[in-house]
Every structure is written in structure tokens, then in C-alpha cells.
């Protein structure tokens, strides 16, 4: 996973039910989703199609990132489940 160091990093707690949530709202709608928002932004015909492909990628990049974020919280949450006990996460949170 590749991130953006120029952007600020913010943590959010969410409940393992809305990390399930959202990991299958991303699977189901991410494509379609960053598809609509590309077209909607570069609707203009003399748009330089780079720059929406670029939009494109970075959106669909985010969309991923958030979703693998997602796939790792609710394993780590099962893993707790299994064992019985707390698994101290030392490389972040969501």
C-alpha cells in the first residue's frame, strides 16, 4: 500500500459492524462510483484526458486503500474474538 505524504493522516474509530459495512459497499460500488465522479468532474469534451485518468486512478487508489483498511480492522477483530483476547495493533489504527 503506497500512501501520499503530503496529505494529513486522521483516525476515526468505527464499530466492526461499520467496518463490514463499508468493506462491502466499496466492493459492490467503488468502480462504478469513482467512474460517475470522473465524468461529472471532466464532462467538458476539451478536458485533457490525462488529468481525468489521473483523478481517476487517485480516487480508485483511495477507494482501495480504505477498503483494505477496512478487511484489516475486521480481521483483527475476529482474531480477538478467536483468541479471547485483546491483540495490541502496533503498526496504527483506522
Known amino acids: 500500500m503506497e500512501y501520499n505524504y503530503t496529505e ?3 483516525h476515526m474509530s468505527i464499530t466492526l459492524n461499520e467496518a463490514y459495512f463499508l468493506e462491502e459497499i466499496l466492493e459492490r460500488y467503488l468502480d462504478d462510483y469513482i467512474e ?12 485533457d484526458q490525462t488529468k481525468a485518468w489521473g483523478y481517476y486512478q487517485r480516487q ?5 486503500d480504505l477498503k483494505s483498511k ?8 475476529n482474531s480477538q474474538s478467536v483468541t479471547g483476547g485483546f491483540v495490541r495493533d502496533v503498526g496504527g489504527a483506522l
Open 70 to 77: 477496512a478487511k484489516e480492522l475486521i480481521h483483527r477483530a
Open 36 to 47: 460517475t465522479l470522473t465524468k461529472e468532474k471532466f464532462k467538458d469534451p476539451n478536458t
Open 60 to 64: 480508485r487508489q483511495s477507494g482501495l
Open 8 to 10: 494529513r493522516e486522521f
